[in-house]
C-alpha cells in the first residue's frame, strides 16, 4: 500500500511539473502572440486619431463630421465581420487564418500613409474593420481553449493590458515621428506613423505563422505528452474540445444560443462598457482642441494609459487569486461610474478634466479583462458556440460605436471655445 501511495504521489509531481512547462511553452507562444497582436491592433485602431491632432487634419483638409465619419465606417466594417470571422476561426486552423487578417492589416496600414483624400480615407476604414473584426474575439476564444479557469483571468488582464499599451504607444510613437521623421524623404509625421504600424504588424503576421497553436488535438509542434496534456485539461474544465469532433448544424447551435440565459446580461453589459470607455478616447483630441500643441496632445494620453495597465493587471490576477469576478467587476466600475459624473460637468478647469479621464478609464478599462473571463467561463462550454458568443457580444458593442462618435463623442469645428471659457473665468474670479 505505501508502495502504491508512494507511486501515485510520484506521478501526480511529474504531471504537476510536466504541465508547468506545458504552460510556459503555450505562454511563450500563444499568450505572447495574443499580448503582441492586441497592442498592435489597439495601436492601428489608435492611430487615426493620433494622425488627425498631427497633421493630417490640416494637410487633408478634414472637418469634425468627416473624422466622426471615418470612426463610423470602421466600425461598420468591424460589425459586418465579427462573428462571420468567428465562425470561421472555430472551423479553421489559427495559425494560418489570424495571420492572414494581419497580413491585411498590414497591407491597409501602408495604403493610410499613402492617402490624398478623405474619400481615400473612408474606403480603408472600412476595410480595416474587416481585416481587424476577427482578432480580438478570435484570440480570446482561442485563450479560453488552452487555458484553464484559474489560469484564463491574469491572461486575460494580460491581453488587455497590451491593449492599453497599444493606445498610450500610438501617442508617444506620434510624438517621437513628429520630433524625428516628419518631412523625411517629403513624408508628413502622421504618415511615418503609419508606416511604422505597417512594419510591427507584418512582424506580428511571421511570429503567428511560425508560433501560433491550432487546437489541442492539431497543433504540430506539440509532442505526444503535451497532446495529452492539453487534452486532459480541456476535459477537466470543460472549456476546450477539439473542434473536429463537435459536429451539428450551425443553425440549430445558434438557436440554442439565443435561449442562453447568460448571452443577453454579457451582451448588453460589454456594449455598454465601451460606450462609456467612448469618453476616454478622446483626451489627445480634447487637449489639442484647449489649445495644447500636438506633441503634447500626444503625450498627455500616456500617463493615463500607463495608470490603466496597471490597475487592470492588478484587477485581472486579484480575480485569480480570490476566484471572484463579481467584486473585481462592480468596485472598479463605480470608480469608472464617478469619473464619468466629473466628465459630465464639461467645462471645468483642464487639471479636474484630466482626472476625470484618469479615473473614468482606469476604472472601466479595469473591468474588461474580468467580463470577457467570465463570459468565457459561464456562458456555454460548447466550442463553437462560445465563439459566436464572444463575437456576439463584440459585435453588439461595435453596433453602438456606429453612431457613438457621432452623438455622444463628436469632434467639433470649434477647437477653442472651452479654453476661452476659462480663461475667461480665471481672469474674471
Known sequence: ????????????????????????????????????????????????????????????TITGVQYNWMGVLFMIGYLSMQIPSNMLLARCRPSIYLPLLET???ILTISMACVNSVQSVYVIRFCLGLAEAGFYPGIVFLLGTWYTKRELGKRMALLNLCGALGTGMSGLVQAVMLKTM??????????WMFLFDALVTSILASFGYNYLPDYPTTTSWLNKSEKAIAIQRGENNSISRDIKKDGGNRWAKLKILTTNKYIYPFTLGWASLHVALGACHVLGITAKKLGYDAVTANLLTTPDTLITMVVGLS??????????????????ASVGLFGTLLLSSFVQPFGFLYFAFIITHAGLGSVTSVVMT?????????????????????????????????VLWPVTDAPQYRRFFYNEYIKNY
Open 1 to 60: 500500500m505505501i508502495s502504491i501511495d508512494n507511486t501515485m504521489i510520484d506521478d501526480e509531481k511529474k504531471w504537476i511539473v510536466d504541465e508547468q512547462a506545458y504552460v510556459r511553452r503555450l505562454d511563450k507562444r500563444l499568450l505572447a502572440f495574443a499580448m503582441f497582436g492586441n497592442m498592435v491592433k489597439t495601436l492601428d485602431n489608435s492611430n487615426l486619431g493620433s494622425a488627425f491632432i498631427s497633421g493630417m487634419e490640416e494637410e487633408l
Open 104 to 106: 491585411t492589416w498590414c
Open 182 to 191: 516628419d518631412g523625411v524623404w517629403g513624408l508628413s509625421g502622421w504618415r
Open 315 to 332: 484587477n485581472g490576477f486579484i480575480s485569480d487569486r480570490l476566484q471572484s469576478r463579481i467584486w473585481c467587476l462592480l468596485l472598479p
Open 374 to 406: 467570465w463570459a468565457s467561463e459561464i456562458i456555454t462550454p460548447n466550442p463553437e458556440l462560445r465563439a459566436m458568443s464572444i463575437a456576439a457580444m463584440n459585435t453588439f458593442s461595435s453596433m453602438m460605436w456606429t453612431w457613438t462618435p457621432l
